[in-house]
């Protein structure tokens, strides 16, 4: 049975700093893609970032480049989020997802987890 879990949200203030992880088990995690979504209350569940199985290829939504950093550990079989110099806009719950092909696309992935909150006050 595939599990995906995250962790690592939390409250804080407008410029300030959260690492977010998930960790996948019950798949071959080397071979999957990993990829970040977030939901903020009365929006669509959008893209945020995502890594390729050998962490060659990196994707990241334009409202997050150069502040966020996705990266993984494949003996872990953990992915992470770094979310620097974070907005109140980017107040939401964040979503992990695992695909062997998705990418950037939300129905791309077939295995989700059930989201961590993330809350910045400006």
């Known amino acids: 049975q595939v599990q995906v879990v995250e962790s690592g949200g939390g409250s804080v203030q407008a410029g300030g700093s959260l690492r977010l992880s998930c960790a996948a088990s019950?798949?071959?995690?080397?071979?999957?893609?990993m990829g970040w979504f977030r939901q903020a209350p009365g929006k669509e569940r959008e893209f945020v970032a995502a890594?390729?199985?050998?962490?060659?290829?990196?994707y990241y939504a334009d409202s997050v480049k150069g502040r966020f950093t996705i990266s993984r550990d494949n003996a872990k079989n953990t992915v992470y989020l770094q979310m620097n110099s974070l907005k109140p806009e980017d107040t939401a719950v964040y979503y992990c997802?695992?695909?062997?092909?998705?990418?950037?696309?939300?129905?791309?992935?077939?295995?989700w987890g059930q989201g961590t909150q993330v809350t910045v006050s400006s």
């Open positions: 997802a695992a695909d062997k092909a998705g990418v950037t696309a939300i129905n791309g992935y077939d295995y």
């Open positions: 890594i390729k199985w050998s962490g060659g290829y990196i």
């Open positions: 019950g798949l071959s995690f080397s071979n999957y893609n």
